[in-house]
């Protein structure tokens, strides 16, 4: 049982309370000098940059700040993050807030109303809105006021993996982790993306530990989180983020996409894969969950290079997934000691 403690909240924040206030990872874009503490004054969206007060402390008692260290959350805490919506089928499912009181929805900084969660969280960090951050003309600040600057289009563009996955936790970062070292090991410059998703640092230190010369991720481009976003839009941030790890240098990306395939923008957006993928790899928890999903990328005109992720961990499920789908198992640590080289000759 989470024990939660409450605060009553005091009337005032001033400008002074603010510059004691955690910033949380997903504002690590928003450029503060010269901003200004504002009441809300419309209707708030996705990416609204708002500073909130912690009410009771819940199943996130730690931030992340904007350099990806955690924190620690006292109640009575200023809390700087941003809007939008979660979906996380083993965590919470959340919405951008219409009044008040709101909840953390992730240790980024994503910041929602919870509509749903798994039996096994806890009940949210609770938040009451106390303003939102705004620029020198008093205007709310949202994150897309910060987006990367369009980079120009990779031509021609750079070898290109995609991880998807069956599921949430199927082992989608660890599979990308294997397939940056994989090329790192053998003197490749490796860029790494993840284009769906709700902004944390986690996954990012994951690829930058694993070898990546250059990361750049969905929050580069205005997003704390890209459910609720049109379909369109993440095809090209997606492209972009491509194409910025491309005049960062790599000569061969790798990008992630969250989620299973059965969430509705994750398997819209298998639509852009084909031509935009070299290969794609199919991270699973079970050998039924390699089937469904390789039927999944079918429907979408999409055939999978191989498995790998948490069915790799059992020699017997790995068989049982070889033997359903016909497609190989690798593991992260073969991907590392470069199966993904033979991989990528192989469907290239």
Not at 34 to 56: C, E, H
Not at 93 to 106: A, F, I, K, N, S
Request: proline fraction near 6%; hydrophobic fraction near 45%; glycine fraction near 12%.
């Amino acid at each position: 049982m989470v024990r939660r403690t409450a605060v009553a909240p005091p009337a005032v924040v001033t400008m002074h309370d603010l510059s004691q206030a955690k910033f949380s990872f997903v504002t690590r874009t928003v450029n503060t000098p010269g901003t200004t503490l504002s009441a809300p004054r419309r209707r708030p969206v996705q990416g609204d940059v708002v500073v909130t007060r912690v009410v009771r402390l819940g199943q996130h008692r730690a931030l992340e700040d904007r350099h990806g260290r955690r924190v620690r959350l006292y109640p009575g805490d200023l809390v700087v993050g941003a809007y939008g919506n979660r979906y996380a089928t083993d965590f919470y499912e959340g919405y951008v807030p219409t009044g008040p009181r709101t909840h953390l929805l992730t240790a980024g900084g994503l910041i929602g109303t919870v509509a749903s969660a798994d039996a096994r969280r806890g009940p949210a960090t609770e938040l009451e809105v106390v303003g939102v951050l705004a620029g020198g003309d008093g205007s709310a600040l949202n994150l897309a006021d910060f987006d990367h600057p369009v980079p120009p289009a990779a031509s021609p563009p750079p070898a290109t993996v995609v991880v998807v996955g069956s599921s949430m936790n199927a082992g989608k970062t660890t599979t990308v982790a294997g397939v940056i070292r994989g090329w790192t090991r053998a003197g490749l410059v490796v860029g790494a993306g993840k284009a769906t998703g709700s902004g944390s640092g986690k996954d990012r230190w994951v690829y930058i530990d694993a070898g990546a010369h250059a990361t750049v991720d969905f929050l580069d481009f205005g997003m704390p989180s890209t459910f609720g976003y049109p379909t369109d839009h993440l095809v090209t941030t997606m492209q972009r983020i491509r194409d910025a790890l491309a005049a960062a240098g790599a000569t061969h990306v790798v990008i992630e996409i969250a989620d299973g395939l059965l969430q509705p923008q994750t398997r819209e957006l298998l639509g852009a894969l084909p031509g935009f993928a070299d290969a794609v790899l199919l991270a699973v928890g079970d050998a039924l969950g390699a089937v469904g999903a390789q039927q999944v990328l079918a429907s979408a005109g999409i055939a999978a290079a191989g498995l790998s992720g948490l069915v790799s961990r059992s020699p017997l499920a790995a068989r049982e997934a070889e033997a359903a789908t016909g497609l190989p198992v690798l593991s992260p640590e073969q991907l590392a000691e470069g199966a993904v080289l033979d991989l990528l000759a192989a469907v290239t």
